[in-house]
């Protein structure tokens, strides 16, 4: 599996994410979920850890593609609102610069899948 280095930018956004969400209380926090009766980091934290790690690699990166893809349009009100619960999880996943960056490494394994 490849292992991609992560943006600068990304790294910082997502850096800024989780300590901003780590300071909020526990039921205004993004990104986690329940599991019975305690909350456990979700997908976007673990996404975020990594991001900020410097390193992922090609499955994280197909999944923040789809993530971004199914997020992106539907949510772009809820952004605005740089407090609100998608706004914090958007972050979490690397903000815009990590979507188009997703969507470009993404398009690049599949070329290099073709040939």
């Known amino acids: 599996m490849a292992q991609y280095k992560v943006p600068r930018e990304i790294q910082i956004i997502a850096n800024r994410a989780l300590e901003y969400n780590r300071s909020l209380p526990m039921g205004k926090r993004a990104a986690y979920k ?22 992922v690699n090609d499955s994280q990166i197909q999944l ?4 971004f893809a199914r997020h992106s349009q539907a949510n772009q009100d809820k952004r605005r609102d740089r407090t609100s619960k ?30």
């Open 34 to 55: 329940d599991k019975g009766n305690k909350r456990v980091p979700g997908t976007g934290m673990l996404t975020a850890r990594r991001l900020a790690s410097g390193r």
């Open 86 to 115: 998608m706004a914090i999880a958007w972050a979490l996943w690397g903000g815009t610069p990590a979507q188009r960056w997703a969507k470009r490494i993404v398009k690049q394994i599949k070329t290099d899948e073709n040939r």
């Open 64 to 67: 923040m593609a789809a993530w």
